[in-house]
């Protein structure tokens, strides 16, 4: 697999240019690491912005276009962001394969529980806590993924 494109929420994270929420940064980080072992290529967002420290407001939705007209599979974390639904909409486009973290105490648009009626869904439900099990499956789903 050449590249992997995580998605995930960004700006109702950050206070300023501080990053309010330790544990989706730590989780975030490690789910980084295990995308690494299956690609050459990994975009994160939150990396490019230090986290915050960096936001790009006005270029940001260009930029990261771009970096998925080069991907190969999505990681999604959508929650409430509409960032990463935009994101979601151009991945299942480009019929990119997308890796798909719902939480079940979460009610989710049909435009993204629906997302597997269109495109190649492979969807990790978890309860409320994003943690070393739902690192696992990942690991495991993006294995299979890298071999069909």
Known sequence: MNKIFIACPI??????DKFINNDFKIFIEEL??????HASE??????????GKKLMKDTCAELDFEEMKTTDLVVAIPEDSKGTAVELGW??????????LLDSNQR???????LKDITDVET????????????TNIDNMIKRKSKE
């Open 11 to 16: 700006s109702k994270y950050i206070d300023g």
């Open 32 to 37: 980084y690491n295990v995308c690494q072992k």
């Open 42 to 51: 990994v975009f994160l967002a939150l990396r490019r912005e230090e986290y």
């Open 91 to 100: 991945a299942s486009c480009m019929k990119i394969k997308i890796l798909l």
């Open 108 to 114: 989710y648009t049909p435009l993204i529980s629906g």
């Open 124 to 135: 990790i439900w978890y309860d409320g806590n994003l943690n070393r099990d739902v690192l």
